[in-house]
């Protein structure tokens, strides 16, 4: 992966407060480099993962456990109901308060994710449209398929629909009514950025990621992720709702309602686990200022960071 120790000029804030930002593909190992990180240089953690704010949604989302955390704080997990939407403006405002409670105690806040619109809200403080939910046209829009909810928005707004997750309901739904309020979903305006962001990606050969993806997936099999869809079904998240997820939730949740066998699931999941990696790579490569590294580099991703939060 190599070492690059320079960031570009127009990167650099001197004035503003440094935060640091972790990001890359699914099961890239980067919530282990996290905590080593936030020990390392007296920081807190913010997730930046689109299903984590969900409270119950934690085999099938990665997210990080008690004892993984090593006593460093964890900030922006279970912090909504699956019921409920989550939009990435609700997001950016609970991050910027986070983030201004982390510097107010001089410590350096740490962005770690793999939700790349998530993690643009905060890092190009990007002005979202303020449209309020429309529960009808909700109700209406989550009985269809995703790909037909894909459609809809090639017809209102084909801009949107190029760089938009076309297997994501949720967000397939919320772009949908931005566009019918507004005649279209505007594109997205960056302001000014109130942070110098340090930005690390973690990336690693396909052959070892796709190994690493496999194992995963057969750790949180063994260790009741099947149980923890129930569960949330049980507790009366409806089963579109948990399709609406996707990859696990969806998955999973098909399973359960016997639509596809436990061997259809798991192939299907490696599958569409692996078009995600691909579609978060492509997200990433657009933002030239991401310095890579493979999260094996530990001490060299270290000298990075002391040399750029000084």
Same mark, same amino acid.
């Given at each position: 992966?190599?070492?690059r120790?320079?960031?570009?000029?127009?990167?650099?804030?001197?004035?503003?407060?440094k935060?640091?930002?972790?990001?890359?593909?699914?099961?890239?190992?980067?919530?282990?480099?996290?905590?080593?990180?936030?020990?390392?240089?007296?920081?807190?953690?913010?997730?930046?993962?689109?299903?984590?704010?969900?409270?119950?949604m934690?085999?099938?989302?990665?997210k990080?456990t008690?004892?993984?955390? $090593?006593?460093?704080?964890?900030?922006?997990l279970?912090?909504?109901?699956p019921?409920?939407?989550?939009?990435?403006s609700?997001?950016k405002?609970?991050?910027?308060?986070?983030l201004?409670?982390?510097?107010?105690?001089?410590k350096?806040?740490?962005?770690?994710?793999g939700?790349g619109?998530?993690i643009?809200s905060?890092?190009?403080?990007?002005?979202?449209p303020?449209?309020?939910?429309?529960?009808k046209?909700?109700? $209406?829009?989550e009985?269809k398929?995703?790909?037909?909810?894909?459609?809809?928005?090639?017809k209102?707004?084909?801009?949107?629909?190029k760089?938009i997750?076309?297997?994501?309901?949720?967000?397939?739904?919320?772009?949908?009514?931005?566009?019918?309020?507004l005649?279209?979903?505007? $594109?997205a305006?960056?302001?000014p950025?109130?942070?110098d962001?340090?930005?690390?990606?973690?990336?690693?050969?396909?052959?070892?990621?796709?190994?690493?993806i496999?194992?995963?997936?057969e750790?949180?099999l063994?260790?009741?992720?099947?149980?923890?869809?129930q569960?949330?079904?049980?507790s009366g998240?409806?089963w579109?709702?948990?399709?609406?997820?996707?990859?696990?939730?969806?998955n999973v949740?098909?399973?359960?309602?016997k639509?596809i066998?436990?061997?259809?699931?798991?192939?299907?999941?490696n599958?569409?686990?692996w078009?995600?990696?691909k579609? $978060?790579?492509?997200?990433?490569?657009?933002?030239?200022?991401?310095q890579?590294?493979?999260?094996n580099?530990?001490?060299?991703?270290?000298?990075?960071?002391r040399?750029?939060?000084?």
């Amino acid at each position: 992966m190599g070492v690059r120790f320079s960031l570009p000029a127009h990167t650099l804030h001197m004035n503003k407060p440094k935060v640091l930002v972790l990001l890359g593909p699914t099961a890239t190992g980067k919530s282990d480099v996290a905590v080593e990180l936030a020990k390392k240089f007296n920081g807190e953690i913010i997730s930046a993962d689109s299903r984590q704010v969900y409270r119950g949604m934690d085999l099938g989302s990665g997210k990080i456990t008690k004892a993984e955390m $090593q006593k460093i704080p964890h900030h922006l997990l279970d912090v909504a109901n699956p019921k409920a939407i989550f939009s990435v403006s609700t997001y950016k405002k609970l991050a910027e308060k986070v983030l201004e409670k982390i510097l107010a105690k001089g410590k350096l806040p740490v962005i770690v994710g793999g939700t790349g619109f998530y993690i643009d809200s905060i890092v190009k403080n990007i002005e979202l449209p303020h449209v309020p939910p429309n529960k009808k046209l909700r109700k $209406q829009l989550e009985k269809k398929s995703a790909e037909e909810l894909f459609a809809m928005l090639k017809k209102f707004s084909p801009s949107r629909a190029k760089n938009i997750d076309r297997y994501n309901k949720v967000r397939l739904v919320r772009a949908i009514e931005i566009a019918k309020a507004l005649g279209n979903v505007p $594109q997205a305006k960056e302001l000014p950025s109130k942070y110098d962001c340090i930005l690390i990606g973690l990336d690693l050969p396909d052959a070892i990621l796709k190994e690493r993806i496999a194992k995963r997936l057969e750790r949180r099999l063994k260790l009741g992720m099947v149980w923890e869809v129930q569960k949330l079904h049980r507790s009366g998240v409806s089963w579109k709702r948990l399709e609406s997820f996707g990859l696990e939730y969806r998955n999973v949740a098909l399973f359960l309602q016997k639509k596809i066998t436990k061997e259809q699931m798991i192939q299907s999941l490696n599958k569409e686990i692996w078009w995600y990696v691909k579609r $978060q790579r492509t997200w990433f490569k657009r933002n030239k200022d991401i310095q890579w590294f493979s999260p094996n580099e530990k001490n060299v991703i270290a000298a990075f960071v002391r040399k750029n939060i000084r």
